[in-house]
């Protein structure tokens, strides 16, 4: 019911008319609607909880990290810059001013140093000697900076030791007798109110107000997200209102509510960048990617537009989640090139690897348009990017083969979710598959590094791209024997140590983090253009065969089997994406056995052969069979009985219902290897840990496969069996047969669940009861040695030694 009241008071809060708000007592009580309030409840009072967690976890990382200088250090114009050279005027720019002053501190030292009470002591007396009321304001601002750190010293555990233990189940219900939980369930009620009003109402009404003045409201009405957009406007607003009131009050020196205000501002600032940078950033990056490729599909933007105008939310939804899979696999080729290149030459992109690295800290300490400057950065290179291994291959590929593209994207229409389950099967499956694999990787990297050793000795770039390896490793066998005494600055670990490594060895040998002195080369800025160029066309070529070989060799192998008819292209590139990476694999693992003569060859051959078989008949039982009929017994029980009335008959697709059961499998063996420990995360951990060479086909056979195989037979079997075979022999009528045969798996899905949450109640009152019982009668416990009993011996006493209290 709380959670119902909370989604009843959302609704009356947005509606924004007077007979809502008389009649929200009486809607409180009611009972329409209540499972849909529920659930809005429900995803209001998470949001409400992830809120106040995020703003919890802000406060620490202002407290540990230090807020900006400009909130710490706010002073009078004419003295920021004349006493002390770690002030600045409340503006913005004192992180990089102090940056500039001191590169070697990064922005988090420089705000601890600014909360160090001693330190503000000493800049209040050095005031006092000019004006009497700078050092008031000084030792003010010190006494508020001190407030926070005072308070979470202070804070005894005992107390909320006490505090937990008096929190109890039977409280919490109210099973003692005592109306304790009506005073909880109003504490919940009133704060989760009070959070919308701050964090959603209030924003929400400024943008709406706003937009209404400007005359954008109809075009926020036709984005189908008006809601969203109005209140991000309103967050905005919000913002340029916060930071003038705190360049007011800064000048009238109400130093506690110039404070309170710069910190409101920090709030409303991160949680936008947060935004920006998860939300909006991905979506530009989908909807260019989705632009980019509308030839490879055959596809227009009018056709994007009504799929828009159709499902809005589900289109975003997916061009989000491309923009996030491109924007992860891009960083991860980044961190793949530092490991190669000399550290240094990717100055200007953020080192994620870096443990000194914190965005949220500067998200806090660098101001505004420095974010927007690297925002718009971003999209310009990765939109170039996309334009360089996308748009133009593309258009290559239909000047060369004019028959290769389109690809084929299109199914039966009437199959639930197939090709959102054939991208997701590809995105979350085979993509990590590959990527996952150590040999792709150090693959990929192997390619990285002999084309920079190519095109450093083309351009002689071989100092800039790559260092001088030989002084490189010598310094590091020095780093690694003793740290301590290495004084040499050129010096950093091999690659194969890592970047943690590299950044550490830097970091104790005194130099600066992330560089290394190069050889600079006669006409350096020509061969950085040429090097350039040089790395476009390769780009290219490779997006090229990356667009054409797999796909074609994919469609080379469906042809047996399907002949002249067509598949979906994720199909087709899936396969050929296995089938080249399988015969590169096979290939170097020929040229590493070559050395090793004929009979180890064959011997080699034998053994791989063997462990080849045995994992296809693994591949062929838990990634055939059981996704199979995983995905067929998902179809009766959720699409079949949602998507198909009565009178109508359902079709079945085992292409699709394989895909979605794959997605489904991995799914629940995620969710087993998290849960508690029983005999299935056992079986999978124990199969994980043999991995592909030491492969147990018995194991696995008799463990797994059979178990989990027969239960689904036996789900999708017993069900049929008594509406086709039972059902009939009771004389019923034909629609009742009818009805019997396609409610019947939700119906026993819903018995089953009902009689686990059943058990588990049950379980759970038992314990309450026990604790119960133990609170109010138990006296003592009594620790008594086991003893095992011999035929009938009982009567005699036990020894007195055998006990203790």
Known sequence: ????????????????????????????????????????????????????????????????????????????????????????????????????????????????????PDAQDDQAEEEEEDNEEEDDAGVEDAADANNGAQDDMNWNALEWDRAAEELTWERM??????????????????????????????????????????????????????????????????????????????????????????????????????????????LICGWWLDICSLEMFDATLKDRELSFQSAPGTTMFLHWLVGMVYVFYFASFILLLREVLRPGVLWFLRNLNDPDFNPVQEMIHLPIYR?????????????????????????????????????????????????????????????????????????????????????????????????????????????????????????????????????????????????QPYRRPLNFPLRIFLLIVFMCITLLIASLICLTLPVF????????????????????????????????????????????GRRVIFQKVKEWSLMIMKTLIVAVLLAGVVPLLLGLLFELVIVAPLRVPLDQTPLFYPWQDWALGVLHAKIIAAITLMGPQWWLKTVIEQVYANGIRNIDLHYIVRKLAAPVISVLLLSLCVPYVIASGVVPLLGVTAE?????????????????????????????????????????????????NYERKSGKQGSSPPPPQSSQE
């Not at 490189?472 to 890592?498: D, L, T």
């Open 553 to 596: 060799a994919g469609r080379w192998l469906m042809s047996f089997w399907t002949g002249t008819a067509k598949i979906h292209e994720l199909y087709t590139a899936a396969c050929g994406l296995y089938v080249c990476w399988l015969t590169i694999r096979a290939v170097t693992v020929m040229v590493a056995w070559m050395p090793q």
């Open 173 to 282: 219900l109210g099973l003692d007798g005592s109306l304790v939980f009506l005073e909880h369930v109003f504490w919940v009620v009133s704060l989760n109110t009070l959070f919308i009003l701050v964090f959603a109402f209030c924003p929400y009404h400024i943008g709406h107000f706003s937009l209404v003045g400007l005359g954008f409201e109809e075009h926020v009405q036709a984005s189908h997200f008006e809601g969203l957009i109005t209140t991000i406007v309103g967050y905005i607003l919000l913002a340029i209102t916060l930071i003038i009131c705190h360049g007011l009050a800064t000048l009238v020196k109400f130093h506690r509510s110039r404070r309170l205000l710069g910190v409101c501002y920090i709030v409303v600032k991160v949680s936008l960048l947060v935004v920006v940078e998860i939300g909006v950033f991905p």
């Open 1 to 116: 019911m709380d959670t119902a009241e909370e989604g009843r008071i959302y609704k009356c809060l947005f509606t924004g008319s007077v007979s809502s708000l008389l009649t929200l007592p009486l809607d409180m009580l009611s009972t329409e609607n209540l499972l849909a309030d529920c659930l809005q409840g429900c995803f209001v009072v998470t949001c409400t909880l992830c809120a106040f967690i995020s703003l919890v976890w802000l406060r620490e990382q202002i407290v540990h990290g230090g807020a900006p200088i400009w909130l710490e250090h706010a002073a009078p114009p004419f003295n920021a810059a004349g006493h002390h050279q770690n002030e600045a005027p409340a503006g913005g720019n004192g992180a990089e001013n102090v940056a500039a002053d001191q590169p070697a501190n990064p922005p988090a030292e420089n705000a601890v140093v600014g909360e160090n």
């Open 736 to 784: 009742m047969q009818n009805l019997v045969h396609r409610r019947i798996y939700p119906f026993l899905l819903m018995v089953v669940v009902l009689m686990a949450i059943l058990s588990f109640q049950v379980r759970q009152f038992k314990r309450l009861y026990e604790h119960i019982k133990n609170d109010k009668y138990l006296v003592g416990q009594r620790l008594v």
């Open 371 to 515: 974010h927007l400057r690297r925002f718009i950065l971003s999209v310009i290179v990765f939109g170039s990017i996309v334009l360089l291994m996308l748009w133009l291959p593309i258009r290559i590929i239909k000047s060369v083969l004019p028959n290769f593209l389109p690809y084929n994207v299109m199914l039966y229409s009437d199959a639930p979710v197939s090709e959102l389950s054939l991208e997701l099967l590809l995105l979350q499956v085979v993509l990590p598959a590959l990527l996952e694999q150590g040999h792709t990787r150090q693959w990929l990297k192997g390619l990285v590094r002999a084309w920079t050793v190519t095109a450093g000795y083309l351009l002689d770039l071989h100092s800039y791209l790559l260092g001088d390896q030989e002084e490189n490793e010598s310094s590091a066998n020095q780093q690694v024997n003793n740290n301590q005494h290495a004084r040499n600055n050129n010096a950093i670990p091999v690659v194969g140590e890592g970047l943690h490594a590299a950044h550490q060895a830097i970091l104790q040998q005194g130099g600066p983090v992330g560089f």
